[in-house]
């Protein structure tokens, strides 16, 4: 690999980040999420998108999508594309591209989008500390996501003494990277950035996604663990490397999910089930077509959906650019015979109920007390409502067609 040149490095962003891609949550966008409930905004919230989901009878309702430019948003992208939304029957708008998750949520909660990709774990937040009436019909994704460190750093213990970047407290990066660290015997701490550091310490830092790349170029942070395409911009920029893939640490783990009202799942049956048809059938058709999904999706395709070039999210996309990494070592479970980021749309409860208990050992900013009190089995049950991605499946050929058991049950498998 080059020596990363920071000054090259920020000139050339331009290639697959964008300023208006700050895809972060940062302390003040959890704040601003947490005043929602504080000061009763988020009652005047719900009425408000109460009121836009009552003007609309079943499925006259139009598919309203929210999301932020990252790979995680390719079902919904591609469904709206491919006017997949149309072909059911459904009326679509053009998708709104947000900065932040503050910003999506907020307009979700509004009633102003209706079909958004949300972190995995957010989503427990969102339910259960927030109280917000949404449930995941979906996954948006499998794997997708690396930990990207400075050329120097060849190890997860060399990380001791070092800042890293998390795009969210509450993110399935931030609950895999602490995994890694506990491994090697390195603590996660939340200090000031200029605060000293212990030689067994890992300063984690929340940053957008857009920044992490020349945040890591300029050797403010010595590595980051984020969604697809940044991991890929810094190895095309000669400032980064891949030390270990997400998917190689927890097997086709989940990072985004669709995540949509309970107001519509209660009211607009159907209107759901037809959403979720069109992403199941988006999510096939991404699987056997990725360089055309990568076309589709980059800033020289015809929606413009991202400010990604075609190069990096090709490299994303490619089936085999992570068989690259299978030969030279960095995978480390050959065996389990993955995609750098691939895609089926079943939630397995098992996951939900892993995601619990290991968001119970990782470090996060904010109250946190809801999660003592969450039984793992019983959000499962009602985080998740899979009467339509069943349905779904079982329209386009069953869950075979996805390489999924019939039976749309599995055992976790997480090895640091």
């Not at 400010?307 to 996309?317: D, E, G, Q, T």
């Not at 030279?328 to 397995?348: E, T």
Request: hydrophobic letters at 45%.
């Amino acid at each position: 690999m080059t020596q990363p040149d920071p000054k090259a490095a920020r000139q050339g962003l331009h290639l697959c980040l964008s300023s208006d891609c700050d895809c972060g949550l940062s302390r003040r966008d959890v704040l601003r999420l947490s005043a929602l409930t504080a000061a009763g905004a988020a009652s005047l919230l719900l009425k408000a998108g109460d009121a836009r989901a009552q003007a609309f009878k079943g499925d006259d309702q139009p598919v309203k999508i929210g999301y932020l430019p990252i790979t995680d948003a390719t079902p919904l992208l591609v469904a709206h594309g491919r006017k997949l939304f149309e072909a059911e029957g459904l009326k679509t708008e053009t998708p709104r591209m947000f900065r932040s998750w503050a910003q999506i949520v907020e307009a979700f909660v509004a009633g102003q989008v209706n079909v958004i990709h949300l972190l995995s774990p957010a989503t427990l937040w969102v339910r259960y500390g927030s109280r917000f009436p949404a449930k995941v019909v979906a996954w948006n994704h499998v794997n997708g996501s690396a930990l990207t460190v400075a050329p120097a750093i060849n190890t997860v213990a060399d990380l001791g003494g070092k800042t890293v970047a998390i795009p969210f407290w509450y993110s399935v990066h931030n609950v895999l990277l602490q995994q890694l660290l506990r491994a090697q015997g390195l603590e996660a701490v939340a200090k000031p950035r200029d605060a000293a550091l212990g030689p067994r310490e890992v300063n984690l830092i929340v940053l957008p996604p857009a920044e992490m790349v020349s945040a890591l170029a300029s050797k403010a942070i010595a590595g980051f663990i984020v969604a697809e395409p940044f991991n890929a911009a810094a190895e095309q920029l000669g400032v980064g490397k891949i030390l270990r893939f997400s998917g190689d640490v927890w097997q086709n783990h989940a990072c985004c999910v669709t995540f949509l009202a309970e107001r519509d799942l209660n009211d607009k049956p159907e209107w759901s089930q037809r959403v979720t048809n069109a992403l199941v059938k988006a999510q096939l058709w991404t699987r056997n077509n990725q360089l055309d999904t990568a076309r589709l999706l980059s800033a020289e395709g015809a929606q413009r959906y991202t400010p990604h070039n075609l190069r990096v999210l090709s490299k994303v996309l490619a089936t085999s650019d992570y068989s690259g990494y299978e030969a030279s070592g960095i995978v480390r479970h050959r065996n389990w015979a993955q995609r750098r980021i691939d895609f089926q749309p079943y939630p397995f409860p098992s996951y939900t109920q892993e995601l619990v208990r290991a968001l119970r050992q990782t470090r996060v900013e904010g109250e946190a007390g809801f999660l003592a009190k969450l039984d793992p089995a019983f959000a499962a049950r009602d985080l998740v409502d899979d009467r339509f991605v069943r349905k779904a499946l079982a329209a386009v050929g069953g869950p075979g067609v996805f390489g999924l058991p019939a039976s749309l049950t599995r055992s976790e498998v997480v090895a640091v």
